[in-house]
């Protein structure tokens, strides 16, 4: 029997939703160039859910996205939207999706923003398939998120200049890194950068541990030490914990927060090439009929997996990452 094809889709859309994250135009720039490529018309949604419901809609075509790759943040512009969450904005979305005769929508997003793209599945005919990004990488379903590697890279740079003044100044720094969940960020910044030691949202906080840490490095000669903190550690934070120490211990402390930095910026080559990857990716998924997926990379590969798998499947950290940091911090 001759297989059947799914019809191929002429009309598709693109948003990016949520926090913005190094990448997303990169990615914007492949969804678009790849969709042209198979004579589908390509629509771009400005600011997120909130413009899918305000039927914010420009057309796209390969100058739309020139010389874009290099650039931070998003050019379609985004937001996070309480109001999409509701049923009434998951129907107003599905009705403008209906009303611009739209086949497809690729979703750009973390982990709240892709539970939407699947609820709004629910809601529409047209094909819905999403792309990870988050600089904390807690998307389920995918190795690495569109924009970690840059947020990673950012961190260190800045952990590199604070160690040269920790050093002439002999003090004690606590620098802390997005994550108010999960310590992805943090625990790789603290191996790249030769932190010693390192706090995160998924371990208990132990104070009189690191005390005892802080001060066996000082025995053994360092005259200054760096502790890398999640913002979601469950001791209170950077600035909690320097209390902490300088309470228990009189050391002189510092604090310094890696804030917005790490969302900003032009893009790693890493995030680049991926980022591209997954936008060509979700256009050649959607015309192959597959609809509720996520395009991520898993093992070095370009797969799609339920979208669910975003927020359903929890990554667990590496602890083998976990146990190398602790060697190299002594």
């Not at 949202?201 to 840490?213: F, G, N, V």
């Not at 360092?222 to 934070?237: H, L, P, Q, T, W």
């Amino acid at each position: 029997m001759q297989e059947i094809l799914p019809a191929k889709l002429k009309r598709i859309a693109v948003l990016t939703s949520g926090g913005d994250s190094p990448g997303l135009n990169a990615c914007l720039r492949a969804v678009v160039r790849t969709a042209l490529a198979e004579k589908v018309e390509i629509f771009g949604v400005r600011r997120g859910y909130d413009g899918l419901m305000a039927d914010d809609f420009v057309q796209l075509d390969g100058h739309s996205v020139s010389g874009i790759i290099n650039r931070g943040g998003t050019f379609l512009l985004t937001a996070r939207s309480r109001n999409f969450e509701s049923p009434a904005g998951l129907r107003k979305a599905a009705r403008a999706l209906a009303r611009r005769k739209l086949e497809g929508l690729i979703v750009l997003g973390g982990e709240g923003s892709l539970r939407g793209a699947s609820e709004l599945a629910e809601k529409t005919s047209a094909a819905i398939m999403g792309i990870p990004k988050s600089i904390d990488n807690d998307v389920g379903g995918t190795d690495f998120s569109i924009g970690f590697d840059t947020a990673l890279n950012t961190a260190v740079e800045v952990i590199d200049k604070i160690r040269d003044t920790a050093t002439s100044h002999e003090r004690l720094f606590f620098v802390e890194v997005m994550g108010r969940k999960r310590g992805f960020l943090a625990l790789a910044t603290a191996l790249a950068g030769g932190a010693e030691a390192f706090l995160l949202p998924e371990i208990k906080s132990d104070l009189p541990l690191l005390c005892r840490k802080l001060e066996e490095g000082k025995r053994r000669g360092k005259i200054s030490s760096i502790v890398v903190v999640a913002e979601g550690d469950e001791a209170g934070g950077a600035f909690e914990m320097a209390r902490q120490i300088k309470k228990s211990m009189g050391y002189e402390v510092r604090v310094s927060v890696i804030g917005h930095q790490q969302r900003g910026g032009a893009p790693s080559a890493f995030d680049r090439i991926l980022a591209s990857q997954l936008g060509n990716a979700a256009v050649e998924a959607l015309l192959r009929g597959e609809r509720s997926k996520l395009a991520g990379i898993q093992k070095g590969g370009i797969v799609t997996v339920p979208l669910e798998s975003a927020w359903k499947i929890e990554k667990p950290l590496d602890h083998g990452l976990i146990r190398l940091a602790e060697i190299l911090s002594r």
